[in-house]
Every structure is written in structure tokens, then in C-alpha cells.
């Protein structure tokens, strides 16, 4: 019991630091910070649900294609007004699309209503006949969960090293400059923002298999908060900054709700769950990133001493 306790909050924290990721590419690389971004997640995750058979296990790639494609579709569609605003109009355009989605979900029978909608039969990955893994295995799913992880924050690592990433980093420090220069920043920004919303429906079709059931919950505005304070507490200079405060959000909540510690306190979590928040965010004003870059220097600093005595 207590190993698929720990295996459900790896896949938890797992699904939340690709979402937190997807996030970062926006807020981190080119400096546009959403409240919205909930709803291409809760896009990926009615995909799972909605599209599968109910009767028997659907097809992997098709369905993960879908997710992932209304994910992306949203974005682009949502970016082309959205990205025509700046900072705080920009995020109150993205909180409103967001909160429009959630409405239709929560008071239309698109998705089942406020009920939600459930997936009875994770997607077959299956080819010719040929299944390479089965994800009703519930080993098998945490390390598809993992490498799908891996491989995009690979793809993230090695976009801010593209020209690519180069633009977006421009665009985030003076987008006036990089205009001047000849760029054109609007087609930036929309292909960033796109490809945001295609691994934020990805993180939602993961969450939708893991659990089995969606509800219009997933699109609203406290689920972009939650994943907008990881990408800060992590810090949002770099893509693993996103997965440690993915990590460390997830796990501080399971902290302040537990009961065996905490005792009838814990039904009041998150007053000490704000406080370590502001507490991290004090000490920590560059995010948990930030330890990182603060050790390198003294190591070096250290090793060129060692060397010089040497």
C-alpha cells in the first residue's frame, strides 16, 4: 500500500514538473507570464477522456497526438489576441480565456459537466500488433511518465541554446531593441506560446491517465497560480528551476496535509504552506536555481585555491 502511495506522488510530481516546464518556456524564456496557462492542460486531460473508447483501450500515439494538439490549437488560437497585449493586460487576457474554457466545461455537457468525465482503459502503445510497453502496468507507466519528462526538458534545454532560444531571450530583455534590430518578435512569441500549450496538454493527458477522471477544476485560475508559483519558486532562469519547485510545491504540500505530523492541524495546511512559501521566496530570490549559481562560485573559487597551493 504504502509503495503505490509513493509511486502515485512520483507520477504527481513528475506530471507537474513537465507542466511546470512548459510554463517556464513562456515566463522564463520569453518573458511572458500567463495566468491561463491551466487550460490547455485541462484540454490535454478531456482529450485522454473524451476520445478514448469506453469500452476498451484506446490508441496511444492518436490520442497523445490530439492532447497535445488542442493544447497547441489553444495557444495559437488564444496567442494571436493575447500577444497583442503586455504585461498586466496580458495576463488578465490569459486569465479570461482560461476562465472561458472553464465555463464551458463546467455548464455545458461538452465534458460531462461539473461531473467530469472518466477514463476507464489507459491508451494501448501498440504498432502493427506489436505493444513495445503496456501502460496499464503501473511500473510501466511511471517510466513513460519519466521519459516523456526527460525527453522535454532535453527539448527545452536545447531550444535556449537554438537561435531560436537566442530571440526569445532577447525579446524577453528588450523587445523594443529586437525590433529594432529586424526582428519580427510577434512570430516568436506565437511559436513559443504554442509550443507552451502543446507540453501543457501533454502534462494533462499524463494526469488524465494517471487518475482516470477529469473535472473543469483543471481549468481554473488556481491550477495556472499553482504552476505559475512553482516555475518562481524554482526560479525561472532555467528549466530545471521549474522541475525543483515543482518538486518542492508538491511535496510541502503533502507535508502540511498530513496528518501522522501535523494531527488535526492539518485541515488548516495552507496557512503553513503560504508561510514556507514566503519564506522561500525571501531567502531564495532567484529560486531554488539559485543555490546552484550561488555554490558555483564558491566552489570554483575553492578549487582554484587547491590548485594554486597545489
Not at 478514448?52 to 493544447?71: E, F, I, Q, R, T
Not at 505493444?131 to 511500473?139: E, G, I, N
Not at 525579446?171 to 518578435?185: D, L
Not at 492539518?266 to 525571501?282: E, F, K, Q
Amino acid at each position: 500500500m504504502a509503495s503505490e502511495y509513493y509511486l502515485g506522488l512520483a507520477a504527481r510530481i513528475m506530471i507537474y514538473a513537465l507542466f511546470a516546464l512548459s510554463l517556464q518556456l513562456l515566463v522564463g524564456e520569453a518573458g511572458l507570464v500567463s495566468l491561463g496557462h491551466a487550460a490547455p492542460f485541462g484540454l490535454g486531460a478531456y482529450a485522454a477522456a473524451l476520445l478514448s473508447p469506453p469500452s476498451a483501450a484506446g490508441p496511444l500515439v492518436p490520442l497523445l497526438a490530439a492532447a497535445m494538439g488542442g493544447g497547441a490549437a489553444y495557444a495559437l488560437a488564444t496567442g494571436t489576441l493575447a500577444l497583442r497585449t503586455r504585461g498586466v493586460y496580458f495576463i488578465m487576457v490569459t486569465l479570461a480565456f482560461a476562465q472561458m474554457a472553464y465555463y464551458v466545461f463546467h455548464d455545458t455537457k461538452v465534458g460531462g459537466g461539473s461531473d467530469g468525465a472518466y477514463l476507464y482503459f489507459r491508451p494501448q502503445a501498440s504498432v502493427g500488433g506489436w505493444m513495445p510497453f503496456d501502460l496499464a502496468d503501473a511500473t510501466t507507466f511511471h517510466l513513460f511518465v519519466a521519459a516523456c519528462l526527460a525527453l522535454c526538458w532535453g527539448l527545452l534545454a536545447r531550444l535556449r541554446r537554438s537561435p531560436f532560444g537566442a530571440a526569445l531571450a532577447g525579446i524577453r530583455i528588450n523587445e523594443q531593441r529586437m525590433r529594432a534590430a529586424g526582428y519580427s518578435t510577434f512570430p516568436y512569441k506565437l511559436v513559443a506560446y504554442a509550443l507552451g500549450g502543446a507540453l501543457a496538454g501533454l502534462a494533462g493527458f499524463l494526469f488524465a491517465l494517471k487518475d482516470g477522471f477529469v473535472t473543469p477544476e483543471l481549468f481554473a485560475w488556481g491550477q495556472s497560480g499553482m504552476v505559475l508559483l512553482m516555475v518562481i519558486l524554482g526560479g525561472m532562469a532555467r528549466p530545471g528551476g521549474a522541475v525543483a519547485g515543482a518538486v518542492a510545491l508538491v511535496l510541502m504540500q503533502e507535508l502540511f496535509q498530513s496528518e501522522a505530523v501535523f494531527g488535526d492541524y492539518a485541515r488548516h495546511w495552507h496557512l503553513p504552506l503560504g508561510l514556507a512559501v514566503i519564506l522561500l521566496v525571501a531567502l531564495l530570490p532567484r529560486g531554488l536555481a539559485g543555490l546552484a549559481d550561488g555554490a558555483s562560485p564558491r566552489i570554483r573559487k575553492r578549487t582554484a585555491t587547491g590548485e594554486s597551493h597545489a
